[in-house]
């Protein structure tokens, strides 16, 4: 049986989406689905328990993605573990592509490519997105595609969760490039923000989490991946690309301000796109 854990604050808008691709044609007794809704002041909590086995649904008044996670992890006890977004859509078929990953016992942590859908995003997401399309960062699933999965010796790898903001970079770090794998021939969606304002906040909090990541677990920084900055000066040669590489900057550095200020301060604000969680009906 697999497990999978997802941390849920209000998430009413999207969770049925969620579910729905994982448990889909699911066999019976294949899934373990566990729902954990923390600070929820929305329906999240019902319209999860409406879908019924393999859907298990944990309620915490806390809201905390960090606690949401241990929470969950107590609540399962099989492996492969995967570990979702109750915003991106995970399909079946990914989900049986990363446990069988993980069961050929070499790679201990698996992540699927992203695929971005960009509907309803103004042209300048788009552009920064264009030029994300050419860089290392791209292609790595763990902290880019919203969902990730462990054996059971890489859950091993650590303890409880600990509250940092970027729970998937500390995954990711905890094993080096060779431990950990990105299978490009699945893949989850993942929505991006409508507005350049949206994306900047977003940023703020990756750019956030990876400061506290480097200065909390310095010694397991080395493993975080591939730069972007040669990539990047790579692209300078072809003009075509010079607006939109423009942008890129912008919204980049605008975030780092933020997160290096905030940082400073020990302010975080846990910064959340709603644009990107509108469903068509």
């Known amino acids: 049986m697999i497990s999978v854990v997802i941390p849920a604050h209000n998430e009413s808008a999207v969770i049925a989406r969620a579910l729905t691709a994982m448990t889909s044609g699911a066999d019976k007794d294949e899934l373990d689905v566990v729902v954990v809704c923390n600070g929820c002041s929305d329906s999240t909590a019902s319209i999860a328990r409406d ?61 699927p490519m992203a695929l971005l859908d960009l509907s309803g995003c103004s042209r300048f997401v788009r552009a920064y997105y264009n030029i994300r399309s050419h860089l290392p960062s791209s292609v790595e699933g763990i902290g880019g595609s919203g969902v990730y999965a462990l054996s059971e010796s890489g859950r091993r790898r650590f303890g409880e969760f600990p509250n940092v903001v970027a729970d998937d970079g500390y995954v990711r770090i905890q094993f080096t490039p060779k431990e950990r ?53 790579g692209l300078l040669s072809r003009p075509s690309l ?25 302010s975080f604000l846990w910064e959340r796109d709603n644009t990107s969680r509108q469903v068509a009906t």
């Not at 993605?65 to 979702?84: E, F, H, M, W």
């Not at 977004?85 to 069988?100: C, G, N, W």
């Open 51 to 111: 879908f019924g086995p393999p859907v298990r649904v944990i309620e915490t008044e806390i809201a905390s993605k960090s606690n949401a996670l241990n929470l969950g992890d107590q609540a399962v006890c099989t492996y492969p573990r995967i570990y979702a977004d109750a915003d991106v859509v995970v399909p079946l078929q990914t989900i049986r592509a990363l446990a069988s990953c993980l069961r050929q016992g070499d790679i201990l942590a698996v992540a």
């Open 181 to 233: 794998e990105t299978l490009t021939c699945v893949s989850s969606t993942v929505f991006a923000p409508r507005k350049i304002s949206n994306l900047i906040e977003i940023r703020t909090r990756a750019y956030y989490g990876s400061l506290e990541l480097g200065r909390m677990f310095p010694g397991l920084w080395r493993n975080r991946g591939e730069s972007n900055h040669k990539a990047l000066v």
């Open 242 to 266: 010079w607006t939109k590489l423009l942008i890129y900057y912008y919204v980049n550095l605008a975030a780092r301000s933020r997160a290096r200020r905030r940082s400073r301060e020990r």
